[in-house]
């Protein structure tokens, strides 16, 4: 138990645009979901918290309008990254706290973003 | 101030080479310790929680334990599929990761 996924896995898109990027808890109910980012032999970096029903609360630093989050169900949380630039390609992850779970996340496959 | 230190940063050993991993904390008020496995370009797989200094959790050749300042995963008798990034993350009013260990078991 305890699956979450991520779509798509990968995503290449020209600067400017706008990418989607899924995050679904498969077999369980999550009130709280998380998104981070991972550059290259770095530890994770948390962007946001994401909360079922409300808007997410994000690390310093983090454009609101630029990351959009939105946690419309128990088992689904989106990031949108709009108006993408270079400097937005990374490898963006996101995780699920298990409803009940002494604060457990268990983390999706991760999507690579590359903006050319 | 880094809350969460790992190490070492990187670690290489001999198949069947025993060895521990380090991941001392800065927090007060611990609401959790947390390790996982990370595989290149994918995601951190959940190992163990960790909840008070004295605690310990086993998984096939992984042991945690827990001080009230730092955690030990043992790895006994590694294997060359163990070879990973292990990430210890801590829990306080939000989670604080470390930087991880890179860890390569030669055969």
């Known amino acids: 138990g305890a699956v979450v996924s991520q779509h798509p896995s990968r995503v290449i898109c020209k600067s400017g645009t706008s990418v989607k990027i899924e995050c679904r808890s498969l077999?369980?109910?999550?009130?709280?979901m998380f998104w981070y980012r991972q550059f290259p032999k770095q530890s994770l970096m948390l962007m946001a918290t994401s909360n079922e029903g409300s808007k997410a609360t994000y690390e310093q630093g983090v454009e609101k309008d630029k990351f959009l989050i939105n946690h419309a169900s128990l088992t689904l949380s989106t990031l949108t990254v709009t108006s993408a630039h270079p400097e937005d390609s990374s490898f963006y992850i996101c995780?699920?706290?298990?409803?009940?779970?002494?604060?457990?996340?268990?983390f999706g496959p991760g999507t690579r973003l590359t903006v050319t | 101030e880094d809350q969460v230190t790992q190490s070492p940063e990187a670690l290489r050993l001999q198949e069947g080479e025993s060895s521990s991993l380090n991941c001392s904390y800065t927090v007060s008020g611990l609401r959790g310790l947390f390790w996982y496995r990370q595989d290149p370009g994918k995601g951190p797989e959940f190992l163990f929680t960790?909840?008070?200094a004295g605690e310990e959790k086993e998984k096939e050749r992984l042991k945690a334990t827990l001080t009230k300042k730092e955690s030990f995963l043992h790895i006994t008798a590694p294997k060359p599929e163990d070879s990973a990034t292990y990430l210890c993350?801590?829990?306080?009013?939000?989670?604080?990761f470390g930087s991880g260990t890179k860890l390569n078991v030669k055969p």
């Open positions: 993350a801590v829990r306080f009013n939000k989670f604080y």
């Open positions: 995780s699920a706290l298990r409803f009940g779970a002494n604060y457990e996340q268990y």
């Open positions: 960790l909840y008070s």
């Open positions: 077999d369980f109910q999550a009130t709280t």
